[in-house]
């Protein structure tokens, strides 16, 4: 199993990235995605995540209306389209693959991709 991010660097505040995180070693349309970040000094946070088919997504409060997920299956790959960055968006974003089976959760991360909001 193989979760590779990419997209991230430094962005001045205003500006836009996009994040890919492309999956490999399991069905990936069985798992829904999400995208995760963690800034200097605190804790792991959930940003957005979709859902396997791709019908239901979810968003921190933080990034509402400013952060897009979405996923292409064909690709097997999910996305984060982030606009009018801010510098408290600044930190490593992680993207993680999870599914249920039974009462047992199964998720894999990747090793995360750093996004610097500076000017």
């Known amino acids: 199993v193989q979760l590779v991010e990419s997209g991230g660097g430094l962005v001045q505040p205003g500006g836009s990235l996009r994040l890919s995180c492309e999956a490999s070693?399991?069905?990936?349309?069985?798992?829904?995605m999400s995208w995760y970040r963690q800034a200097p000094g605190k804790e792991r946070e959930l940003v957005a995540g979709i859902t396997g088919a791709g019908g239901t997504t979810n968003y921190a409060d933080s990034v509402k209306g400013r952060f897009t997920i979405s996923r292409d299956n064909t690709k097997n790959t999910v996305y984060l389209q982030m606009n009018s960055l801010k510098p408290d968006d600044t930190a490593v974003y992680y993207c993680?693959?999870?599914?249920?089976?039974?009462?047992?959760?199964?998720?894999?991360w990747g090793q995360g991709t750093q996004v610097t909001v500076s000017s």
């Open positions: 993680r693959a999870a599914t249920t089976r039974g009462r047992q959760e199964y998720a894999y």
């Open positions: 070693g399991f069905t990936f349309s069985r798992y829904g």
